[in-house]
């Protein structure tokens, strides 16, 4: 594994940008973006992250650090490692003041960042992002604010827009982050667990660039899941609470059925009530045992120690051998 310099300088910005399959929007990508920084007036650099891409990415990447070998750093992991975990990578490499993470599809656009620059100066250590007017498909936007709603309601980590990774972090919050060594997390959502003064600006959103969604429905299920069993314990609590009620209801309903058969003697009806009511409990169970699940996996993961990525190589000013890189 190649291990991160250590800082020679201290930047004013670090812009990190995970990549996966970003073949057709990476383009457009660097005609914004370093435009965008530019104007800002600060010194800064950028680190791509490539996630174990599988199309002309990493080549792309390449060849837009042989631009600008000045502000550009590239880290490449060995395989995909998932959008989270590929930010962790990018901080490890991270020397700028404040850090800031963007998708690389465009729907963030760049121009955006000085709006969270602004909040930094302003004293806050976090700044989240809402975005205007999503343009994202009908169920994605309506699914998105159902589980908002349900993470405020369950943790206390309180962000309008947890989708958004248009981000901007202090050095310490970062370092933070680092520090964690979670196997599995949410960075947004750690991020503001660290967070002394948060706080959250309206961004524009556009339409994908080019490519598609990493991220399907069944990814959003399982990513809001992590949130959720990552940062709170109240779905266990609520269970518990449900199956204690139920606990009650049925010894009560029991003793009912025992009393009305002493007094009414054996009779066939309510047999489909009673059908119902197992069927009911059995599926409360049913879902108890797969949170219960998620919780021991977690502990799995993180019993096992495993790295969360493995870096392949590095290209840099400060890394001379790029020997394995993309060409």
């Known amino acids: 594994m190649v291990e991160p310099p250590l800082p020679e300088q201290t930047l004013d910005l670090s812009v990190v940008i995970p990549v996966y399959n970003e073949q057709d929007v990476l383009p457009a990508l660097f005609e914004r973006l370093y435009p965008a920084l530019d104007a800002l007036g600060r010194s800064y650099e950028v680190i791509f992250v490539d996630d174990g891409s599988r199309d002309r990415s990493p080549a792309l990447l390449r060849e837009q650090y042989q631009r600008r070998p ?44 000085g709006k969270l620059l602004e909040q930094i100066d302003a004293g806050h250590d976090y700044v989240g992002s809402i975005r205007r007017q999503r343009k994202d498909s009908w169920w994605r936007d309506k699914a998105s604010r159902a589980m908002n709603r349900l993470r405020e309601k369950i943790t206390n980590i309180h962000m309008t827009d947890q989708g958004c990774m248009l981000r901007a972090y202090d050095r310490d919050i970062v370092q933070a982050m680092l520090d964690s060594h979670e196997a599995q997390t949410f960075i947004p959502a750690l991020g503001y667990l660290y967070a002394g003064h948060p706080t959250e600006v309206v961004v524009e959103h556009e339409e994908r660039a080019a490519g598609e969604s990493k991220y399907p429905l069944y990814k959003l299920i399982h990513l809001n899941f992590d949130l959720m069993t990552g940062f709170s314990l109240a779905p266990l609590q609520i269970f518990s609470v449900v199956g204690f009620f139920i606990s009650v209801v049925s010894f009560f309903f029991v003793i009912y059925l025992a009393l009305r058969r002493l ?42 120690g495993r790295p969360r990525y493995l870096v392949g190589c590095v290209l840099s000013k400060e890394h001379d051998d790029d020997k394995g890189c993309p060409s």
């Open 70 to 113: 000045d502000v550009t750093r590239v880290i490449y992991l060995r395989a995909n490692a998932g959008q989270h975990a590929a930010l962790m990578a990018g901080f490890e490499y991270t020397r700028g003041k404040t850090v800031v993470t963007l998708d690389a599809d465009l729907q963030n656009p760049p121009e955006e960042i």
């Open 263 to 304: 007094i009414v003697g054996p009779e066939v009806e309510g047999v489909f009530t009673l059908f119902a009511i197992l069927f009911l409990v059995a599926g409360i169970i049913l879902f108890g045992i797969g949170l219960l699940g998620e919780y021991v996996g977690r502990i799995l993961v993180q019993s096992r």
